[in-house]
């Protein structure tokens, strides 16, 4: 396998683990921020319930992109955390307090019950929120200059990040509520199927506005996506999924649906934005193949983590979810 093979062996894996991490992390994090919008300790109880299973295990995903970062794009890895280091500290923050909160909340007497809960709920929105606004300040760009980050600790709160944040927060709640109609409680569902009708349109036009945007902030983006005519069928795509998804969600029934086409909407919206800025992984600063460590790390990686760990983690996360599927 050539150096330039191993370097798109590594990207496809960075991308694979973004969705898969983005798809069941994110409906996770959904659950907990709609334990916000929950009324009783019996309907946190059912959300909590519901991701108990296998939130701890979704955030593996979290590791393996750090992991492919650090080892296969340490460009990139080094100026990213230069960038985002105030975002990554809060996603850092969020996800220790929500992991505690939602083990000591059980345990708890009735005040600080009330307290863990709004600390996994915050917790899961920060986490939710800084992910977005991280994915927006690449977007809009981030200046490097000698391989270096050349910009300010607080640029990644720009109007642009703060609408993909909050965009991303409607996402993952989207998913959240599609997760809950297929294990949530019949009782439940209702309510659930509103949330679910409500993020979705809000995540839809946010993510057109974003869209709209990131074409005006990075011009480039338009030229490529002309050189990839196939790529305009990915938002047409996405249109006829979105609106699929909330019909669905008008009909009172346990079911898988919505959230198969809540991910394959989460699958085909990244696919897009790759379309549109591949080779670079930085828009306007850094491509894939500059920030490749070099071939002997990469074959290192590939004898190791590629060969052995990456196949014990998929298999791993089928397990779970096989074991403890809810049968519709």
């Given at each position: ?63 393996v992109i750090g992991t492919v970062l650090f080892g ?179 009909t009172d029934r346990r079911s898988r649906i919505p ?70």
């Amino acid at each position: 396998m050539d150096y330039n093979t191993l370097i798109l062996f590594w990207a496809t894996v960075l991308v694979f683990a973004i969705l898969v991490y983005g798809v069941l992390d994110g409906f996770d994090l959904g659950v907990g921020m709609l334990f916000g919008l929950s009324r009783n300790d019996t309907d946190r109880d059912a959300l909590v319930a519901a991701i108990a299973p296998s939130w701890d295990g979704n955030e593996t995903w979290l590791i393996v992109i750090g992991t492919v970062l650090f080892g296969a794009f340490s460009q990139i890895y080094a100026v990213l955390l230069s960038a985002l280091y105030i975002p990554v500290l809060l996603m850092m923050i969020g996800l220790i307090f929500r992991g505690v909160a939602f083990e000591f909340r059980y345990n708890a007497g009735t005040p600080m019950r009330r307290f863990w809960d709004v600390g996994f709920w915050v917790g899961s929105g920060v986490v939710s929120f800084v992910q977005g606004a991280a994915l927006g300040a690449m977007i809009d760009g981030i200046p490097v200059v000698n391989r270096q980050f050349a910009g300010g600790s607080f640029d990644w709160l720009k109007p642009f990040p703060i609408l993909c944040g909050i965009g991303l927060m409607a996402g993952y709640a989207l998913l959240g509520a599609c997760a809950m109609v297929a294990r949530g409680r019949d009782a439940r569902r209702p309510q659930v199927l509103t949330w679910g009708r409500r993020t979705a349109v809000g995540m839809a036009l946010i993510l057109c506005v974003a869209t709209v945007l990131t074409f005006r902030l990075q011009p480039d983006a338009w030229t490529r996506l002309l050189d990839r005519p196939w790529a305009f069928a990915l938002p047409v795509l996405w249109a006829g999924i979105m609106v699929t998804l909330i019909n669905v969600l008008r009909t009172d029934r346990r079911s898988r649906i919505p959230f198969l086409l809540a991910a394959l909407s989460f699958v085909i919206a990244f696919l897009f934005y790759v379309a549109v800025f591949w080779p670079w992984i930085i828009p306007g600063s850094i491509t894939v193949a500059a920030a490749a460590s070099p071939e002997s790390s990469l074959r290192f990686m590939f004898w190791g983590a590629g060969l052995f760990a990456l196949p014990i983690i998929i298999i791993y996360t089928i397990v779970v979810y096989r074991v403890f599927r809810v049968e519709p």
